[in-house]
């Protein structure tokens, strides 16, 4: 026969396990790696542009004098570079991303796929409008959709996210009360409430009100109803609620306001839990803004951009800003400028530059015509499930602070089960990133201690939740059993431990800086 | 349906687990009143991928797509050529599907390139530091007057007549609120005298350069006016390719620059998303809006980066939080930290000179035509036209030839009669010699 | 002789002759965690009482410090601005904030002893 005499083994030595200090710093697959600016040479380009002589310049004599400072890099060497950071974050599409009131579902490839059709993505927002009508038409329908499945009569489409959104949907409110010529100056907003809430009402020129929560996790229904006076401007509620609860007596709250002559601005951020089964408008909302990046998955990609139009209700739709979307019987028609309203047309002003985002706005419609009407409802309703039996499978080891009720799409836990183990919320998190997963959000709803928030999303197979809910249970149990040390020193198996914080914010290190060179000794 | 993994009999024992009789008794706190049935919506259902694929290529199909026809709109969005190792790149998993880095252990990679992406946007500006990025432009621009008015205690805005009306008017609706917004009025072509203006009760000034006719302006005797009275200037770019041949506004005494970024790795997408350029001086970071990555050690001495000064921010100080914003332009920034890294500062300069050489020669033969003047005597790779006829019939007379001619400044200011024959035509590096053959052409053809 | 009292907003107030000393508890400093920044007041600022007259963040929180009395501040301490950890390290002494003059004296009579403050912690 013939021999391979080549030496090389076929199994694996029988060594001891090691912790191994590698030569060059790596581990494997995970690789450190430095800096853009400490990579490069002078000189070197990863794109190819053709050296222009400038005969005359028409500078007006401003002329940069000094060089920019940019490292010179080959495309090979700027993928890499890239490739390498990509692999020390975490992802939807890597593993289950628990991350309550964020809703990390599935973000398809299609949706992408077609945003980037040359007809959406390379066309131009200011290009004559009888050029782009395919556009104005997929905005449109987008329009179709989000009011109907909110049952509002009109929608803004340019704010930019979620917190644009809601700044979009105050400032329609002061100019509904401008027009009545009320100067309201309070919003009432939960003490519950996501931070964007107060710090929009701010921003939007209001007073805050904060309105407690009551025991079991909803806002105390009568004191806000207590506080309701003609100086209200707005209710401002999230629902469902940031403790993931629908608020049973939501529709009493909305006529409450409306009686006082007030608006209802419902926060949509967990519209998801309801699509397709709830419409806002029938419970008395105003103006909801509508995160597509969350419930229409367009995706977060590391934290924007975002897309937060906002739906509205009769009473406020005249006050929506510029751009408006119209179809003046021949064509779809952008009004860009207050010579040409339509009639009833008062907005309020303009929220950014253009018409929105438009790269979003494929992705969600993208993502609704694939769902249909049957499949938003059936995700909404999959989404509650899987929180449900998360919340039914953890409540005897992880403790909830809302009993026994059913929540909606996220299941909210307290840090009471931790009591005298030493570990704390934030240690428990960091140890889930040791056995793969994404923590929760944790520390909010500041109205619960030591908060954990999960949301499994509905795109998680029943084998993956159970897979969680036991490693779950096995970490809650660690923990009661004063394991300390797998939870205090966490995470061990990720690209970095435990992170200086109070480090970055007594010094702040916010760029680069070259190096200064030791000076040559004389 | 393909995106939903559950089965009928996963569904049924998870509910059995829950406890819950069926699936209404989990929305048992939604009004009965308020739950409507799937023939409440006139929508359809579920499509496979091809369904929809070809639903919305047929939309895509109706619109004048930039890159099949000869092509010079700009007014505050380029058309500039981004390498296939952009979007690539940006679609990596990890990038695409991530959340913000709020575990950071495991969101190295998004708060490394955030942390690349500050310097650069520190560099070219000629700040000292820049945050993540905010929405767009506009945005930020909002966002640096109110900051101003922070900072100086002061109520007034003075916006020069040559920023971009979105931009204008995307102050207007902010900064109202919290004190008053004058805008010079709009000389083409010209600086106007914007010193004059300036008072004691001027928290800032709004500049931009290359302005909306593509006007390079002199920032520096602004600057020094604005000092001298206690107020800040604010300068706004809208090209940030111009940053590669014009002396930054840090180097000029801007104390916020406000920029859109979108020319460098994130296409036109019919106006977003972009991705906002914010840089200051570091004596102001804790008035800065928006994410910072800083960077920091790990428990192993490693250096590492981490969100930081957040005290700044909604979450932690809520209605008295610098702005409301809770996201940056994540992707967006990406795409421009990775196009910025492979053009490096050979082939970024090198981007810029070929802009500006494209523009001026196409400038030269325009303005050669029969009535035809070129009202900006300076200018990067934009410039303004003065036509013998309002500029909109042209430009939808050149429409229907399909050339994209440029924007009529009627579009931006619609009620002004004096810019009613102006027309902003751009060329970057995306114009070809023969672009602008069929462009002269076709508009002695139609003027 | 000094004297000390505190707030329920958890400031103490050192009182000598006209003039008192202000800064945060203990208790206060502890739940802040590693405190990151500190704003002090201008000497010659004139500070109502329960006015902000400081503000002290750590990485997770920000909050105002107020003045528990009426006055003019006299002398803030710059040490703790340039070096925050100083409020951590020792919140009731070298970590104190700010300096005023004492504008109604009757403004200490509400503020609690040492004793009844320890009491109203152990009630939080």
Redesign the interface.
């Known amino acids: 026969m013939p021999m391979n005499a080549q030496g090389r083994p076929s199994a694996a030595a029988a060594v001891e396990r090691v912790d191994l200090a590698t030569i060059s710093g790596d581990r494997g697959l995970d690789h450190e790696e430095p800096l853009i600016f400490e990579l490069g040479r002078e000189g070197v380009t990863g794109v190819d542009i053709p050296e222009v002589q400038l005969s005359a310049a028409r500078l007006d004599g401003q002329r940069r004098c000094a060089p920019i400072g940019l490292p010179g890099l080959s495309e090979p060497e700027v993928v890499r570079h890239y490739v390498r950071l990509s692999r020390m974050n975490y992802a939807i599409d890597a593993g289950l991303y628990p991350l309550g009131s964020c809703t990390m579902k599935h973000n398809p490839r299609l949706n992408e796929k077609m945003a980037r059709l040359s007809g959406f993505g390379d066309i131009h927002p200011l290009q004559p409008q009888q050029t782009v009508q395919g556009a104005l038409a997929l905005i449109s329908e987008l329009m179709r959709w989000l009011t109907t499945l909110t049952g509002m009569p009109a929608v803004a489409m340019s704010p930019k996210a979620g917190a644009h959104g809601e700044l979009c949907g105050l400032l329609t409110i002061r100019a509904a009360l401008d027009a009545r010529g009320e100067n309201r100056t309070r919003i009432l907003v939960p003490s519950s409430a996501h931070g964007t809430n107060p710090a929009t009402a701010a921003l939007a020129g209001f007073t805050v009100d904060e309105v407690p929560a009551t025991d079991d996790g909803h806002v105390d229904a009568d004191a806000l109803e207590a506080k309701l006076d003609a100086d209200v401007a707005a209710i401002m509620l999230t629902n469902p609620n940031t403790c993931g609860l629908f608020e049973p007596r939501i529709k009493e709250l909305a006529d409450a306001a409306h009686k006082i002559g007030g608006y209802f601005y419902c926060d949509g951020a967990n519209f998801n839990a309801i699509a397709g089964r709830v419409r806002p408008g029938d419970l008395g909302v105003d103006a909801m803004h509508i995160n597509l990046h969350k419930t229409f998955s367009t995706p977060h990609g590391g934290g924007g951009p975002g897309a937060g139009p906002v739906v509205l209700s009769a009473a406020l739709a005249a006050y929506a800003p510029l751009p408006l979307l119209m179809h003046d019987g021949e064509r779809l028609r952008l009004v860009e400028e207050r010579g040409a309203l339509p009639a009833g047309a008062k907005p309020f002003g303009r929220m950014c530059a253009f018409h929105g985002q438009m790269g979003m706005f494929v992705g969600a419609i993208s993502y609704m015509l694939s769902h249909g009407a049957d499949g938003i409802r059936q995700a909404s309703e999959d989404a509650v499930l899987s929180a449900n039996y998360i919340l039914a499978s953890l409540k005897d080891v992880v403790s909830a602070p809302f009993g026994d009720g059913p929540c909606m799409h996220e299941a909210l836990f307290d840090d009471s089960f931790l009591q005298g183990s030493g570990v704390t919320t934030l240690d428990f998190a960091k140890a889930m990133i040791d056995e793969g997963y994404h923590p929760m959000t944790m520390y909010f709803p500041l109205v619960v201690h030591g908060a954990m928030l999960i949301e499994p999303t509905e795109s998680e197979s029943k084998e993956s939740l159970d897979r969680f809910i036991h490693v779950m249970r096995g970490l809650a149990e660690e923990a009661k059993a004063a394991k300390r040390e797998r939870f205090e020193g966490a995470p061990y198996y990720a690209p970095r431990r435990r992170l200086d914080e109070t480090l970055a914010a007594r010094k702040p290190v916010l760029r680069w800086r070259r190096r200064e060179l030791p000076q040559a000794a004389e | 349906?393909?995106?939903?993994?559950?089965?009928p009999d996963?569904?049924a024992?998870?509910?059995a687990?829950?406890?819950?009789r069926d699936?209404d008794?989990?929305?048992?706190?939604?009004?009965k009143?308020?739950?409507?049935a799937?023939s409440?919506?006139?929508?359809?259902?579920?499509?496979?991928?091809l369904?929809?694929?070809r639903?919305?290529?047929?939309?895509?199909?109706?619109?004048?797509?930039?890159?099949?026809v000869p092509?010079f709109?700009g007014?505050?969005?380029y058309?500039h050529h981004v390498?296939a190792?952009v979007?690539?790149?940006?679609?990596?998993?990890?990038?695409?599907?991530?959340?913000?880095?709020?575990?950071?252990?495991?969101?190295?990679?998004?708060l490394?390139?955030l942390?690349?992406f500050?310097?650069?946007v520190?560099?070219?500006t000629g700040m000292?530091?820049?945050n993540?990025?905010l929405?767009?432009?506009?945005?930020a621009t909002a966002e640096a007057v109110l900051m101003a008015q922070r900072l100086t205690r002061r109520p007034k805005a003075i916006l020069s007549g040559g920023l971009?009306p979105?931009?204008a008017?995307?102050v207007?609706?902010?900064a109202?609120?919290?004190g008053g917004v004058v805008r010079a009025p709009t000389a083409p072509g010209k600086a106007e005298d914007i010193a004059s203006l300036i008072d004691r009760q001027t928290a800032c000034v709004v500049v931009q350069s290359p302005d909306a006719f593509g006007l390079?302006r002199?920032l520096k005797p602004i600057a020094e006016a604005a000092h001298a009275k206690g107020a800040l200037l604010i300068a706004v770019v809208t090209e940030v390719v111009s940053?590669?041949?014009?002396?930054?506004p840090g180097?000029q005494g801007a104390d916020i620059v406000a920029a859109?970024g979108q020319s460098i790795g994130v296409?036109?997408?019919?106006?977003?998303?972009?991705?906002g350029l914010f840089a200051t001086r570091e004596k102001f970071?804790?008035q800065m809006p928006g994410?910072?990555?800083?960077?920091?050690?790990?428990?192993?001495g490693?250096r590492?980066?981490?969100l930081?000064?957040?005290?700044r921010?909604?979450?932690?100080?809520?209605?008295?939080?610098t702005?409301?914003?809770?996201?940056?332009?994540?992707?967006?920034c990406?795409a421009f930290?990775?196009h910025?890294?492979?053009?490096?500062?050979?082939?970024?300069?090198?981007?810029a000179?070929?802009n500006?050489?494209?523009a001026?020669a196409l400038?030269d033969r325009l303005s050669r035509m029969k009535d035809v003047e070129l009202v900006t005597?300076?200018?990067?790779n934009e410039f303004t036209l003065r036509l013998p006829k309002p500029a909109a019939s042209v430009?939808?007379a050149l429409?229907d030839r399909h050339i994209?001619a440029g924007?009529p400044a009627a579009?931006?200011w619609?009620?002004d009669r004096d810019v009613r024959d102006l027309l902003i035509v751009a060329a970057t590096?995306t114009v070809s010699d023969e672009d602008c053959d069929v462009f002269v052409k076709a508009l002695a053809e139609v003027l | 002789m000094s004297e000390t009292r505190y707030t329920d907003q958890h400031e103490w107030v050192r009182i000598e002759g006209d003039e008192a000393t202000v800064g945060i508890t203990k208790y206060a400093a502890e739940q802040l965690g590693d405190v990151v920044f500190v704003e002090v007041p201008e000497p010659g600022r004139r500070l109502g009482k329960g006015g902000e007259a400081a503000v002290v963040e750590s990485v997770k929180a920000a909050s105002e410090v107020y003045a528990p009395i009426a006055g003019e501040v006299t002398a803030a301490n710059t040490a703790i601005a340039e070096e925050p950890a100083k409020v951590n390290l020792d919140p009731e002494g070298e970590g104190w904030f700010f300096q005023l003059t004492i504008a109604d004296k009757s403004d200490l009579e509400k503020l609690m002893t040492r004793e009844q403050y320890d009491e109203f912690v152990k009630g939080l």
């Open positions: 349906m393909r995106y939903l993994p559950l089965t996963d569904r024992s998870m509910l687990k829950t406890g819950a699936i008794a989990l929305f048992r706190d939604v009004p009143s308020a739950v409507v799937r409440a919506f006139d929508l359809p259902d579920t499509q496979g991928e369904a929809v694929e639903t919305l290529s047929c939309m895509a199909s109706r619109n004048m797509a930039g890159g099949s092509f709109c007014a505050g969005a058309k390498p190792a979007d690539h790149l940006i679609q990596r998993s990890e990038f695409l599907t991530s959340y913000t880095p709020y575990q950071p252990e495991i969101a190295q990679g998004t490394q390139y942390f690349e500050q310097t650069q520190a560099l070219l000292e530091v820049a993540a990025s929405y767009d432009g506009s945005t971009h979105h931009y008017e995307t207007e609706t902010l109202a609120l919290s390079i002199d940053l590669g041949l014009i002396e930054p180097h859109e296409g036109l997408n019919f106006g977003g998303p972009y991705v970071i804790r994410r910072l990555s800083g960077e920091t050690v790990d428990a192993n490693k590492g980066f981490v930081t000064l957040s005290t921010e909604q979450h932690i100080r809520r209605e008295k939080a702005s409301n914003i809770c996201t940056n332009s994540g992707l967006c990406l930290t990775i910025l890294s492979l053009l490096g500062e050979e082939g970024f300069v090198r981007l000179r070929a500006h050489g494209r001026c400038a005597p300076s200018f990067f430009v939808d429409a994209l924007v579009r931006l619609p009620g590096e």
